[in-house]
C-alpha cells in the first residue's frame, strides 16, 4: 500500500511538470530582440557617448568621474599643477597628495573602471551587428563603434604603459620582465 503511494506520487510529479509554460523574460531585452529593431540598436549606439558622462562611485562616498573628468584628473596628475586643499575637487588633491595609491581609495582605479567599461559597451554593440548582412546604417553604426574602441585603447596605453621617466629627479626601476612598446605608441 505504501509503495503505491509512492509510485502514484512520483508519477504524478513526472506528469504534472511538464506543463510549466516557459515565458521570455520582461525585464531585460534579449540580443535578438535589439538585433531585430533598427532604434533599439541605434539606442545602443547612442548610449556609447552617453556613458561617457559618468561614473559613480558609492564604495567610499559619493563621487562621479566622466570621460572629460579623467582627462583633467590624468592633465593634473601627470603635470606640475597645483591643486591643494579640500576645495570641493580634492580628487585633484588627492593625486597632489598621494592619496591615490593609498589602502582604502580607489581613486586610482578609476582609469579601469571607465576605460574597460567603455570596451565593454562598444564590444557589446559589436557583438550585436552581424557583419554578414550590412547595410549603410549598419556599417556606420560599426564603424562608430570601432573608432570608439581605438580611442579608449589609445587612451589605457597612455596611462598603463610603463615608461622611464626623463626628468632626473626620479629613479628608474627596471622591471621584472620588459614591458616596453606593448601598446600601440611608441
Known amino acids: 500500500m505504501k509503495k503505491n503511494k509512492i509510485l502514484l506520487a512520483a508519477a504524478a510529479l513526472v506528469g504534472l511538470s511538464s506543463c510549466i509554460e516557459e515565458t521570455l523574460p520582461t525585464e531585460y531585452v534579449l540580443d535578438n530582440q535589439i538585433q531585430a529593431s533598427e532604434s533599439a540598436l541605434e539606442g545602443m549606439v547612442n548610449s556609447i557617448y552617453t556613458s561617457m558622462c559618468g561614473y559613480k562611485n558609492e564604495d567610499g562616498g559619493i563621487e562621479m568621474i566622466s570621460y572629460g573628468g579623467m582627462r583633467a584628473m590624468l592633465e593634473h596628475s601627470t603635470t606640475q599643477f597645483v591643486c591643494s586643499g579640500a576645495n570641493g575637487y580634492n580628487?585633484?588633491?588627492?593625486?597632489?597628495?598621494?592619496?591615490v595609491s593609498a589602502t582604502g581609495s580607489n581613486r586610482g582605479l578609476y582609469p579601469s573602471y571607465l576605460y574597460y567599461s567603455y570596451i565593454k559597451n562598444v564590444n557589446d554593440i559589436i557583438s550585436l551587428i552581424d557583419v554578414n548582412d550590412l547595410d549603410d546604417t549598419?556599417?556606420?553604426y560599426l564603424g562608430i563603434s570601432y573608432a570608439y574602441r581605438a580611442l579608449y585603447y589609445l587612451d589605457l596605453v597612455q596611462i598603463m604603459e610603463y615608461k622611464k621617466p626623463t626628468d632626473s629627479r626620479f629613479s628608474y626601476v627596471s622591471p621584472e620582465n620588459d614591458l616596453t612598446n606593448l601598446g600601440c605608441l611608441s
Open 91 to 99: 580628487t585633484m588633491g588627492a593625486w597632489c597628495n598621494g592619496a
Open 138 to 140: 549598419k556599417k556606420g
